[in-house]
């Protein structure tokens, strides 16, 4: 049978007695850590550590109102089912989604009908040139 050394005995003994830090924790230091979570002021600004992509690797726009002038339909794929696409500003969007302020109420072959509040707005299609 083998002995153990005394060597191994004296260094397991000195990383029993030695603190260990995460387990030393009490309520006190944890409550104080929460009581400092720091908060981002954006300051009217994106905040740098939203996602720039979405989803489906589109520009997420975290802007809440686009002007009307700023929006160019840049495809439309329009079904007779009622399952209509178009891409508005390279964001694919499907009847009911928002743009902005904006709500795509319809999705013809060569426009995409949108509403904000009361008012109703056409774009169309964008041409090729």
Known sequence: MRRISHKWIIFFAIFAILPVPWLGANAKDKELVLETDFT?????????????????????????????????????????????????????????????????????PNAVILEKGQETFTLKLKKEE
């Open 40 to 108: 981002y002021n954006d300051s009217g600004k994106r905040d740098p550590f939203w996602s720039l992509l979405g989803g489906r690797g589109v520009i997420m726009n975290y802007d809440k109102d686009i002007l009307l002038s700023d929006m160019v339909v840049e495809g439309v794929m329009a079904e007779p089912t009622g399952e209509s696409v178009a891409i508005i500003n390279g964001s694919i969007v499907k009847l009911g989604d928002k743009v902005g302020l904006f709500v795509v109420k319809d999705i013809k």
